[in-house]
């Protein structure tokens, strides 16, 4: 008999503990616990996309921010590319006026070594060369400034870079001025040699030249300045 309940005890344990176990598992308090963690685990989530749209409004007022400033470095850059195509047709005029002042004078010599064979044009010939030759080295120079505005308009350093246009253009005025005094001698070499051959002294053209040295700006709107007009006011002769 004792061994019968002892063993409707045991059996009793047996199904009790694990059943009181599985009852501890669900305590009010551990249920609490979890929905503490999962109302945490919402509130971090909705942290978290929070971040994410603060940061796409961000990034959004920086890309804006960006296109602004991009579109006021665009106009500054067509400012000076208009400015220097403004320069660039001045110098490129002048170019072009000494260039026909060139061909009156070798027409001109051509017509005086043909009436007298015996007289000597070689210095006057020679100084109308090394102007053909300076005036060729311009055209260099103007084309070479071209493609230096465009390097320094993308250039990260523009004002390190304008300093080679600067001094492009410097080089090109200093170039017209000397080609201006050049052949404003040569015009008096020939009146000389009609006046020597005992002809009368007729009127030749003297060209005429105002060359303003002028700034490329680099951030400021450009206001043209610059006159470069070697000209010539013909009277007659060449």
């Known amino acids: 008999m004792r061994k019968v309940i002892l063993l409707i005890f045991f059996l009793f344990i047996a199904a009790f503990v694990p059943v009181y176990s599985f009852a501890q598992t669900l305590t009010p308090s551990s249920v609490g616990q979890q929905k503490r963690l999962e109302v945490q685990e919402k509130l971090e989530e909705k942290k978290a996309q929070r971040e994410v749209k603060l940061e796409e409004r961000q990034l959004i007022r920086e890309e804006k921010r960006a296109t602004r400033e991009a579109r006021l470095s665009e106009k500054r850059i067509e400012r000076i590319r208009h400015f220097w195509q ?30 007298n064979e015996d007289l000597v044009l070689d210095d006057v010939l020679i100084q109308v060369a090394d102007a053909k030759e300076m005036l060729a080295g311009v055209i260099t120079n103007i084309e070479a400034a071209d493609v230096e505005v465009e390097t320094a308009l993308a250039s990260q350093e523009p004002k390190m870079a304008f300093e ?75």
């Open 86 to 115: 403004l320069l660039r047709r001045r110098l490129l005029a002048a170019v072009e006026r000494l260039e026909r002042l060139i061909g009156r004078i070798e027409s001109r010599l051509a017509i005086i070594g043909g009436a």
């Open 164 to 238: 080679i246009v600067r001094s492009l253009v410097k080089e090109i005025k200093t170039d017209l001025m000397a080609i201006h005094r050049i052949l404003v001698h040569v015009i008096g070499d020939i009146k000389g040699l009609r006046v020597g051959q005992g002809g009368a002294a007729e009127e030749i053209p003297t060209p005429t030249s105002a060359v303003t040295p002028t700034e490329i700006p680099i951030t400021e709107t450009p206001t043209p300045t610059v006159e470069v007009t070697p000209t010539v006011e013909p009277t007659g002769g060449v």
